[in-house]
């Protein structure tokens, strides 16, 4: 057996679980989520223990500072949160998320983590493939509820692990029980074959049929707010290809093309938003997303300088959280939009904040694509697919999303260089492990 497998096996069910965390409660219920949970917590902690100084040299390099500074703003909210028990925990839940994902760049290479991240994607795109082939086929009733919870016989759609929908032309859910994050699942399957194709780092036979179940997968979930992602994603790597080209005016003019083609595709986007959404399944709502907004922006109102104190994902136990929005008999425990999310949490200062943590990730992601190096545009591509999801959803903030963003934010350098190496380089006169050198 190869040397370090367990690194590899770390890494794929890390990043499996924290990419289905819904998947799991509904198959495992919320204690077997957490046991999971807690085992890649006590894993990451001792990966970060024994890689203490390396660890040290990430969180505290001047990289790191606006991601550091927006996780401390979370726990400084405790003082003024109108839930400083809920604080406490939600800032736990960030803190431990995000120490999962930068234990992962202490023990893989860059290279071998974009390579076992896109095997994890695809993986679990074949796999929701196969349980909505089940469910549709052989489960009575055709639709499934998760197995640990029982919402009774007339259970609102939302609740259903899946509705069966494969055969019936409808919007499919996989195994993480929600078809739009399937979908964007499917989108960043496509980025990471597509970069790693582009460095000649995977074949033909393997790259093929993963592009052909990563566009059939955004097929069969249809998720609008992805669909826009993906041209947003086209159009950075066009840019990026074009910067590459181009030097001085030619970037300038660039530049402008490509501020004036954004105008005109959101102008003619919004005049063709109706016929859009329909034929997306969507409503004039926007899947009632309007609402919700307008109720959390009533909240934002209230409490708008310093929030109503930080919480990642609303507990459904807490006040105002618990009765804030219900709709068809659903209770929703998110913003669906992460900056309005933050704004609601976090007031002014974390919107602040957060703006730090995004400009200096595109900045420095921008940097580092223009340079011709393998993989050296997917970081972009990456943040672009995430910033433009958190507009209709907040999973920015949890699970996979918030891993990843922590993860891009820690290993992304301010000069254009290549990503940060592991914490050890092999020697190849002796063979034996020795300190990476200090960026």
């Known amino acids: 057996m190869r040397r370090g497998w367990w690194k590899d096996a770390y890494a794929f069910v890390a990043l499996f679980s924290l990419w289905d965390g819904d998947g799991l409660r509904d198959a495992l219920s919320w204690w077997g989520f957490g046991a999971i949970s807690v085992l890649l917590l006590i894993t990451g902690i001792v990966v970060t223990i024994r890689h203490r100084r390396r660890f040290l040299e990430l969180i505290t390099s001047i990289d790191s500072w606006p991601i550091v500074g927006f996780i401390a703003l979370c726990l400084l909210s405790t003082v003024w949160s109108a839930y400083p028990v809920a604080t406490l925990l939600g800032f736990f839940i960030q803190i431990a998320t995000a120490l999962v994902g930068v234990s992962l760049l202490l023990i893989q290479p860059p290279g071998r983590l974009v390579a076992i991240g896109t095997w994890m994607v695809h993986v679990h795109l074949a796999l929701s493939l196969m349980f909505e082939a089940v469910v549709a086929l052989f489960v009575p009733g055709h639709q499934l509820l998760p197995f640990w919870t029982d919402y009774g016989s007339n259970a609102p759609g939302a609740y259903y692990w899946s509705e069966g929908l494969l055969f019936k032309g409808g919007r499919i859910q996989g195994i993480v029980a929600n078809a739009n994050l399937t979908c964007f699942l499917a989108l960043l399957g496509l980025v ?54 181009f030097r001085g005016r030619g970037r300038i003019v660039l530049a402008a093309a490509a501020a004036v083609m954004i105008g005109i595709i959101g102008f003619g986007s919004s005049r063709a938003s109706a016929p859009l959404l329909g034929a997306l399944g969507k409503g004039d709502d926007l899947t009632g997303r309007l609402e919700i907004w307008r109720v959390v922006g009533d909240h934002v109102a209230e409490r708008p300088v310093l929030g109503w104190g930080w919480v990642g994902y609303w507990p459904p136990w807490v006040a105002p959280f618990n009765r804030l929005i219900v709709r068809g008999g659903v209770q929703y425990l998110q913003a669906h939009n992460a900056y309005l999310d933050i704004a609601l949490q976090l007031g002014i200062p974390g919107l602040l904040a957060f703006v730090v943590v995004v400009g200096s990730l595109v900045y420095r992601s921008l940097r580092l ?70 960026r």
């Open 192 to 245: 990471l074959i597509g970069c790693l194709l582009a460095a000649r780092r995977v074949p033909m036979v393997l790259a093929v049929p993963a592009v052909l179940l990563d566009l059939l997968m955004l097929a069969l979930t249809r998720s609008a707010t992805v669909l826009i992602a993906g041209f947003l994603v086209v159009a950075a790597a066009l840019v990026v290809i074009g910067f590459r080209r």
């Open 369 to 438: 694509a223009i340079a011709p190096r393998p993989l050296a545009l997917l970081p972009l591509l990456l943040t672009v697919a995430l910033l433009t999801q958190a507009l209709a959803e907040s999973r920015l903030l949890i699970e996979g999303n918030w891993a990843l963003l922590v993860m891009l934010s820690v290993a992304v350098p301010w000069v254009g260089a290549p990503l940060r190496p592991p914490v050890a380089v092999v020697s190849p006169q002796r063979g034996d492990p020795v300190p990476a050198p200090r």
